[in-house]
């Protein structure tokens, strides 16, 4: 378990973000214009940053051991990778 | 309950990859006649479960400071946050039809109203199979978490923890936090990403 860190600001500064990148995400799917492809960069990437948020913050990830982070971010990060694989070999199926 | 979670956020990721795998290679991901799914609604339904995580570490904050009823008080509206999540999931798979009677109108007939009804249906296609799977394990682990709140809850008032051990909090904020973040993701893939 963690050490303590209790932060009420923090944990309702996480809050708001968490909110405001949220309707971000609703802004950047109704907006007329922009790109498929930025739409999807720019949800993928708001998406990372989101879960990023709650894991760091709200399941306090960022007050633990150096070890446990590496335990739990290098397997979450597997399937990422994976995924990047998979559509730089789809993209490249494309261009070829 | 690292370990627990690690292993199931590799079986969400097993299904968001097999769901990316069938759409990228899907000429035509939304079959003629399906409904699209409802962007506004669904933004509620995560609007509610960040509420809910945002209550659970104020639960958290409460056991550590030995606050028996702020605790109790926290995982109640964190429980039900969960709950109107799975009234909301519910309603989004088949409608409430009592409650569209009740309120009436057009808002009426959209809550009486649900995907079933707009033809999505599960084993149609690639598209309703895996969005019921997907949305549908994540809705259990909602459940199961509203049930091991509970308990948590129900032990928390009887004093359980009064000792100052806030470890039982904390794991069962871990796995609330876990179903939060997996909806963060759910949402972006399932919902937003554009056909």
Known sequence: ?96 | MWIFLLSDALTFAGLLLAYAILRGGSARWIPEGAPILGLKFTAVLTFLLICSSVTMVLAFAAAVERDRKATVKFLCLTILGGLLFLCGQFKEYFGIEWLGHLVGGNIGEQIATGLTDEGLIFGKSHYATTFYLITSFHGAHVFSGCTYLTVIMIRTAMGKYDDGNYNHVEIVGLFWHFVDLIWILVFTFVYLIPK
């Open chain 1, 1 to 96: 378990m963690s050490h303590v860190h209790i932060n009420r600001k923090q944990y309702w500064q996480i809050f708001v973000a968490l909110f405001v990148l949220t309707i971000l995400e609703i802004a950047v799917v109704l907006v007329p214009g922009i790109a498929k492809a930025l739409v999807i960069i720019a949800l993928v990437g708001l998406a990372i940053v989101k879960a990023t948020l709650v894991g760091l913050f709200y399941m306090h990830l960022i007050h633990e051991k150096r070890v446990l982070k590496l335990t739990v971010g290098i397997p979450m990060a597997m399937p990422g990778v994976y995924a990047l694989v998979l559509v730089t070999e789809a993209a490249w199926r494309l261009v070829r």
